[in-house]
């Protein structure tokens, strides 16, 4: 029984896109049940979105696409998702013979084995070149086979190839975002789209010392969750302390305030003034604000704001892990001959207020008093910390997944009338190193194979489920934590821009669009031996069919979706002197 079998990988924010090719994985669940394998389940089939705050880790993405059949969207992941199907229906047609079968293993050495399963005379066979560089022609029974490296072939009848894992005969779906057409004039949005904003007020103390609807207060620093019970990502924690500006042990000397935190983002505040941020890393360490301060005579107002992005959701005692300021929280005074003095302020009076103000309110809410705040349009800010913005948009056309992109902004989240679609970080790039032009499947997957998308923003575009839209108009609210701006949003649609696939000669290729989108050009097409990829790479080798452009037109142009039966009975003859293929590559529109 195998209950996790790694499709891909999720993604923290920070880092690139992780992929497990189709060849790779379908190799892993055929040498599966070659290996009397019984149970099979993959982790994850349908990739999702962690609306809400529900993206854990901490630091995952909101996107759970985990390059998994069926997208974060429910589009098919092609050519996973067909290569998958075709790999399944295999292994189903062998069910009985697999389950009560006598089995039997020939190795042939460097990685070449050959399982046998036998049940009342029928018999189903197993090639399996599990050498991650050498490929092989092999005579197994008097007939000849080509095994890729890390491959395995099935033959149902042990004599007639149906399927092997490294030879994907099915299409690469290429995918693209299209604009929100929504708008009848076809004009401006999203250009047009009309921003209104709204200050996050700072939590402070008031003049008897209290903070507006505070939660406790303490003499000691608590953990961020326990305080919050996982209400709000936000937690202040909120001091008052008296500086004498004569005292001579501290009236010359440069003041520095030290915060140790498990947090995993820190603001810090002092008389509502901002004098510093600080990130945690990836790796949930503790980390150190250190910034120079004044002081001024008298009562000195010191605001913290912890942070999570997400809390610890797995591991042995994940939820002994600690989360916010744990402290010590000092004031460090130095001479100017380098010797410092220190004020403890960790069992100072702690006042704790959980959550932002305009949570509080609700100001993401549609309905109810929410409807009625006023969200001026006039002087709108931009990068400046703490803002909250709301615009009005109309569902795009069609029945394509819905996403906003939010490049240019910083870091926060969003709602869509009134329900989150979850925290954003578009300011957080990618690790610029790792990616590579070519992925090659063969040998052990790990996350650090096959990666994309260095150096750009570790998530640009958030997923708006079409049950969270109305008809007509949309409110899109974001805060925004670090500073950002707003004008660069847009809403799009996904789907499938073009379709090109590599079959080989016995196979029968199914070409499709979605979304009302027809097949409506063929870039590139050759039957015969062509070379590269796809992805606009594919070029004619030495042979070909004349007739094979003519007929896939025939049968594909101005079609949702084609079935091309990959032989020489219908693409016409090519005069190659080995086994044909098919390559090409057609737009939808």
């Not at 056309?397 to 240019?408: A, K, N, Q, W």
């Not at 996350?447 to 079409?466: E, M």
Request: with cysteine; charged share 20%; hydrophobic share 30%.
């Amino acid at each position: 029984m195998w209950t996790e079998n790694w499709t891909g990988w999720f993604k923290d924010w920070g880092m690139q896109d992780p992929h497990r090719t189709a060849e790779d994985l379908a190799f892993a669940v055929a040498r599966f049940f070659q290996l009397n394998g019984t149970f099979q389940n993959y982790y994850m089939y349908h990739g999702g979105t962690n609306f809400g705050r529900s993206a854990g880790g901490p630091y995952i993405t909101t996107s759970y696409d985990y390059d998994a059949p069926l997208d974060e969207y429910g589009n098919l992941n092609q050519p996973k998702w067909g290569h998958l199907k075709e790999l399944h229906y295999h292994i189903r047609s062998m069910e009985k013979i697999l389950t009560y079968g006598d089995v039997t293993e020939v190795e042939y050495g460097n990685s070449l084995s050959v399982t046998i399963y036998s049940y009342e005379g029928n018999r189903s066979c197993f090639i399996s070149n599990a050498n991650a560089t050498s490929d092989v022609i092999m005579n197994f029974e008097n007939n000849m086979y080509s095994v890729p490296a890390w491959s395995v072939t099935i033959l149902p009848d042990c004599d007639t190839e149906v399927y092997n894992t490294a030879k994907v005969n099915v299409q690469r779906s290429i995918m693209e975002k299209v604009l929100n057409e929504a708008d009848a004039s076809g004009a401006g949005e999203p250009y047009d789209l009309v921003w209104g904003w709204r200050p996050e007020h700072f939590t402070h103390l008031k003049k008897n010392g209290s903070v507006l609807h505070s939660n406790l207060t303490t003499n000691q620093l608590l953990d961020q969750k326990v305080v919050t019970n996982d209400t709000s990502d936000y937690l202040w924690y909120i001091t008052s302390l008296d500086h004498n500006a004569t005292d001579p042990n501290w009236s010359d000397k440069e003041i520095t305030l030290r915060v140790n935190t498990s947090g995993h983002i820190l603001h810090a505040f002092v008389n509502g003034k901002h004098i510093g941020t600080e990130v945690g890393g990836l790796h949930f360490n503790p980390f150190t604000l250190e910034r120079k301060i004044k002081l001024k005579h008298g009562k000195n107002d010191l605001s913290l704001l912890s942070v999570t992005v997400g809390l610890k959701n797995y591991d042995a005692y994940f939820d002994e892990f600690n989360v916010g300021i744990h402290g010590p929280v000092q004031l460090i005074g130095k001479y100017k001959n380098g010797t410092e003095v220190t004020k403890d302020l960790s069992k100072n009076e702690w006042i704790y207020k959980v959550g932002l103000a305009g949570e509080e309110k609700g100001l993401y809410q549609i309905t109810g008093h929410a409807a009625n705040f006023h969200w001026p349009t006039e002087k709108l800010p931009t990068n400046r910390m703490f803002v909250w913005y709301k615009t009005i948009f109309k569902a795009p056309l069609g029945t394509d997944p819905v996403v906003v992109d939010l490049r240019g902004l910083g870091k926060g989240h969003a709602w869509v009338n009134g329900q989150s679609i979850g925290r954003y970080w578009t300011s957080y790039n990618a690790d610029e190193n790792g990616c590579t032009a070519t992925c090659d499947y063969r040998g052990t997957y790990s996350d650090k194979k096959c990666l994309t998308n260095c150096g750009k923003p570790s998530q640009r575009w958030y997923h708006i489920p079409r049950s969270f839209l109305q008809a007509d108009n949309n409110a899109l609210v974001l805060f925004e934590e670090f500073g950002g701006n707003p004008s660069n949003v847009k809403f799009q649609t996904v789907t499938v821009a073009k379709a090109c696939a590599n079959a080989y000669e016995g196979n029968v290729l199914h070409l499709s669009c979605q979304g009302g989108r027809v097949l409506s050009n063929v870039r590139f097409s050759s039957f015969g031996d062509p070379q590269g990829t796809c992805g606009g790479s594919f070029m004619k080798g030495e042979c070909e069919s004349p007739t094979a452009l003519l007929y896939i037109q025939k049968a594909c142009i101005g079609k949702e979706q084609c079935l091309l039966y990959v032989s020489e009975s219908t693409l016409g003859p090519t005069g190659c002197r080995h086994m044909n293929r098919l390559a090409v590559e057609v737009d939808c529109s």
